[in-house]
Nanobody, 128 residues
Framework: QVQLVESGGGLVQAGGSLRLSCVASIRTNNNYGVAYGVAWFRRAPGKEREFVAAISRSGSRDYYADVLKGRLTISRDKAKNTVYLDMNSLKPEDTAVYYC?????????????????WGQGTQVTVST
């Protein structure tokens, strides 16, 4: 079982930057390390949850939504069980609740239904 906690959201002016963090707590039945893919999604007011970025179980591959590519960097620190999402040049339309999701058998997927574990979300608000 994987539990996820996001942090790092807040209020930022347009053009600014934020770093979101997703810390995973993992329960396993053995002492072996567990690999899991992680994705970030967001839900803006009145809109469906949409894919933002993902990083593979190995950490060697990353994926981004086309409309956001170039402004985001996803990375992971395996020792800390933490995945980061660095967002730059933020726009008011980036305002949303950002969620991280994890899955033990998935590296990538834009459909939120494909991810088994979810955090509670962190609010990002970008002002003009």
């Amino acid at each position: 079982q994987v539990q996820l906690v996001e942090s790092g959201g807040g209020l930022v002016q347009a053009g600014g930057s934020l770093r979101l963090s997703c810390v995973a707590s993992i329960r396993t039945n053995n002492n072996y390390g567990v690999a899991y893919g992680v994705a970030w999604f967001r839900r803006a007011p009145g809109k469906e949850r949409e894919f933002v970025a993902a990083i593979s179980r190995s950490g060697s591959r990353d994926y981004y939504a086309d409309v956001l590519k170039g402004r985001l960097t996803i990375s992971r620190d395996k020792a800390k069980n933490t995945v980061y999402l660095d967002m730059n040049s933020l726009k008011p339309e980036d305002t949303a609740v950002y969620y991280c999701a994890a899955d033990l058998y998935r590296d990538y997927g834009v459909d939120p239904r494909g991810w088994n574990y979810w955090g509670q979300g962190t609010q990002v608000t970008v002002s003009t």
